[in-house]
């Protein structure tokens, strides 16, 4: 088999998060939802060589499996309970069948495999070894059947991949925390030189928040994600600081056309023209931009105002009553939600701990909430740098830095990773990248 392909899977509860790469080239990233359900009736499956992850389906063994959009389609629900292990070989399927799509993989080659779970849960990986090792060399996906042959398999804590990612000499420190805040759970490690120890996990991931917020506004979990994680201070400083410079610009160049206009009232009106037109240009050009983000920005704080409102269904005075108690609700429910992680967190933190990493999409979340509380317990490591930026105008740029380049590929929109929005056709960069930190670093650990 000549095409070796690595394929690092981290199968939490609010996606399917996966970097693969085929022969060490740069690494590709893609996210498939959550849900998996298996198929009673495979005949009404549809085989085609150029699927995508709206129609992802494997068969492993005897057994079909729907995954993704699909499975969400035949009515498969988000499993919060179970333990990983319940779903993760056909989520690990699924992966190498996305895989094998992004990269447009031969269906016969070498697979190097590594996956995270829950600390608390690396008892169940033989399990998940046992099941992978025993079917993957006869799968079958939309396109057809896979001939792989799997030179090698590890898992790995959740937080691992973070930690590794951070470049330290692990064996010179007494105590690393690293935590990992998902939504699913929360969950907790101790590295003493270099070996992984006490490790917890507690289903008290972002789920449950957004669960006590759907107990008291009978609104769906599913439905309060997006207007409950609507940020809105870093863009609105990013529009405020744009404005300040178009203004800034628009009166250095009116100050310089009225100087141009005095050397250009001794010459014949074309050469008249000419003086000044650059300047008018740069002037109509900043203006034009001082407009529409100032429409931005109102249009953003009128949404961030009323980003309940199409959930609910009365009008007028009672939609804004509503509007007001799921905010007191949702500001209480994340007071005590912030209260209980700080508890778990203080109940099982080391008494000096010389370095705290923490990561996953609950922390970012909570942002200050979280980091000040453990910045008073030692020094905390929160992001690592995936190497793909974003210039201001949206346009894709990669830094000449030691690591590939991961390229993202059919992403979920997600609007405060830049600190500005993207225009239409950057849609697919438009995701939160913190949320591949942790597979990112496993997927370095690969190389």
Not at 331 to 344: F, I
Not at 347 to 361: D, H
Not at 373 to 394: H, M, N, Q, T, W
Not at 411 to 423: A, V
């Amino acid at each position: 088999m000549d095409n070796v392909v690595k394929i690092a899977v981290d199968t939490g509860a609010s996606g399917i998060k996966v970097v693969c790469s085929v022969n060490g080239h740069e690494p590709y990233a893609f996210l498939i939802p959550p849900y998996v359900t298996e198929i009673d009736e495979p005949k009404k499956l549809i085989r085609d060589a150029n699927f995508d992850k709206e129609n992802l389906w494997l068969k492993s063994g005897k057994n079909y499996y729907a995954v993704g959009s699909l499975a969400k389609r035949y009515g498969a629900q988000q499993l919060i309970k179970p333990p990983k292990f319940t779903t993760a070989t056909a989520k690990i399927f699924a992966a190498i069948g996305m895989a094998i799509q992004t990269l447009e993989i031969p269906l016969e080659f070498t697979l190097e495999l590594s996956l995270l779970l829950p600390p608390a849960e690396l008892g169940d990986a033989p399990i998940i070894m046992k099941n992978v090792k025993s079917s993957v060399k006869n799968l079958e996906f939309p396109s057809g059947k896979a001939k792989i042959e799997l030179k090698g398999f590890l898992i790995y804590p959740e937080g691992y991949g973070f930690l590794n990612a951070q470049d330290l000499e692990l064996k010179e420190y007494d105590s690393i925390v690293t935590i990992m805040m998902g939504y699913r759970n929360i969950s907790m490690f101790d590295t003493n030189r270099g070996k992984p120890d006490r490790p917890y996990t507690e289903l008290i991931g972002f789920h449950d928040y957004l669960f006590d917020i759907s107990s008291e506004t009978s609104i769906k979990i599913e439905d309060l994600i997006e207007p409950v994680c609507f940020r809105i201070d870093d863009d609105l400083k990013y529009y405020n600081r744009q404005i300040e410079v178009y203004n800034y610009q628009t009166e250095e160049i009116k100050a310089k056309i009225l100087a141009q206009e005095k050397i250009a009232s001794q010459f014949d009106p074309p050469d008249q023209e000419l003086i000044i037109s650059d300047s008018r240009e740069k002037l109509a050009y900043c203006q034009k931009h001082l407009q529409k983000d100032t429409l931005k920005l109102t249009e953003l704080a009128d949404s961030y105002e009323k980003r309940f409102y199409h959930l609910i269904n009365c009008d007028g005075k009672d939609r804004d009553y509503q509007d007001t108690k799921i905010k007191k609700v949702q500001a209480d429910k994340r007071k005590k939600y912030v209260k209980r992680l700080k508890d778990w967190i203080s109940e099982r933190l080391p008494a000096r701990p010389q370095l705290i990493c923490i990561a996953g999409g609950t922390a970012k979340y909570l942002g200050d909430d979280i980091y000040s509380f453990l910045a008073e317990k030692g020094e905390v490591r929160k992001s690592i740098a995936i190497p793909i930026e974003l210039d201001y105008d949206g346009e894709i740029y990669r830094r000449n830095v030691e690591v590939s380049t991961i390229e993202f590929k059919g992403m979920e929109p997600y609007k405060n990773q830049y600190k500005h929005y993207l225009c239409d056709e950057d849609k697919y960069m438009e995701t939160q990248l913190e949320r591949f930190e942790d597979v990112y670093g496993l997927f370095k650990i690969m190389k």
